[in-house]
C-alpha cells in the first residue's frame, strides 16, 4: 500500500510538471526575436511582467496611475489594458 501511495505521488508530479511545460514553451516560442514598443509616456517604467496563457501581462508604473498591459508576443501587439477605477 505504501509503494502504491509513492508511485501515485511521483506520477502527480511528474504530470504537473509536463503540463507547466508545456504552457511555458508557447511564450518562450513566441519571445524569440521580439522587439516590441509599449508607447507609454515618459516617465513609465515596467515594474513587472507575468506570462499569461502564450500572453503577456506587463504591470507599467506610469506618472498618472499604474495600469496592467495585455500583449501578445507573436503578433507584437498590444490586446488591452487594465486601469483602476476613477
Not at 526575436?33 to 508607447?39: E, G, P, S, V, Y
Amino acid at each position: 500500500m505504501g509503494v502504491l501511495i509513492v508511485v501515485a505521488t511521483v506520477a502527480l508530479v511528474v504530470l504537473v510538471i509536463q503540463r507547466m511545460n508545456r504552457a511555458a514553451q508557447g511564450v518562450d516560442t513566441a519571445l524569440t526575436n521580439t522587439n516590441l514598443a509599449l508607447k507609454q509616456p515618459p516617465g513609465s517604467r515596467i515594474a513587472g511582467i507575468a506570462a499569461l496563457e502564450g500572453q503577456l501581462a506587463i504591470w507599467v508604473e506610469r506618472p498618472d496611475g499604474g495600469r496592467v498591459l495585455l500583449v501578445d508576443p507573436a503578433s507584437q501587439r498590444q490586446l488591452g489594458e487594465i486601469r483602476l477605477g476613477e
